[in-house]
């Protein structure tokens, strides 16, 4: 099949759930006509070779021939992928579901349709109903820091403001996300086998460094930065503070890393220090 070729319209369209992701919609008609999902969406873009890619990456053309075999319309189609999401937040939506909203969740349709903020690795709460998520098997698990909800949710509008809208300031939350992932030094100077659990994070959640001591192996890094769901609120309150904090809570932060992790620290955080820099001499000046 050619680019050129006419598409034929599929003679039963399934209508996709809210929020639901594109590839989920795909398979789900692929299972209704019995034919593997990757043969699904190469019947409308045979030049794709994965359904993650449809997810991250629809151009204008694929779009509209999208559109055009499932009979809806382009910017409903838009919104199922990860098009539009910034840049700097793609290290951010994971490979795979790694938590569900019990309300929201079709779970009664097979297959069981996944849903965009299911892979979303800033998101506490359901962007459909505002309920707090759980894991992927729907079990819940307390979390450990919840003396530090204001921060949480502030942290997870930062994010979601930064990614889905495009809202841009001082310092980017995913840059920040990034920035407290790096590890740190301490004193005195842990067995290598656990120089791995400080991280700048635990600067400013000081749990933290106790926390993964009892219940973690290993932790993600700056460059796969999506933390389990029961370890995430600690993420989105960190960057909430460093948020509000400023360039000068971030310098601080700086001070706690060492060697290699120091200049990727300061590469990383030098465009927001400089941003910060000219948003107070715009500010003074203004002020005279």
Sequence with gaps: MTKDTPLRQLPVRLPPHPDELLS????????????PPLIMLQHCLPETSSLRAADLHLSSDQQIRLANTFITEQSVMRRMTFADIAQSSRQLISAR???????????????????RSQLLG????????????????GRERPSP????RDAVLRGEKLLDDEAERGISTWASPAGIVRLLLM????????????????????????ELDRLLAEICTSFPTPQNPVLPLYLRP????????????????????????FGFHRHRFDREAMPFFIKASRTRHSTQIQLI
């Design 234 to 257: 600690a993420l989105m309150a960190g960057v909430a503070m460093v948020h509000s904090g400023g360039a000068e809570m971030l310098f601080m932060l700086r001070q706690s890393t």
């Design 145 to 148: 820091f919840r003396q530090y």
């Design 122 to 137: 800033w998101r506490i709460t359901c962007p459909l109903c505002g309920s707090p998520l759980r894991d992927v098997d």
């Design 183 to 206: 590890r740190r030094r301490v004193f005195p100077f842990p067995a290598e086998e656990e120089l791995w659990r400080f991280r700048v994070l635990g600067k400013i959640i000081p």
């Design 97 to 115: 579901p790694t938590q569900i909203c019990t309300s929201c969740s079709p779970d009664h349709m097979e297959p069981t349709p996944v849903l």
């Design 24 to 35: 989920s919609w795909i398979s789900r008609h692929a299972a209704f006509y019995a034919v």
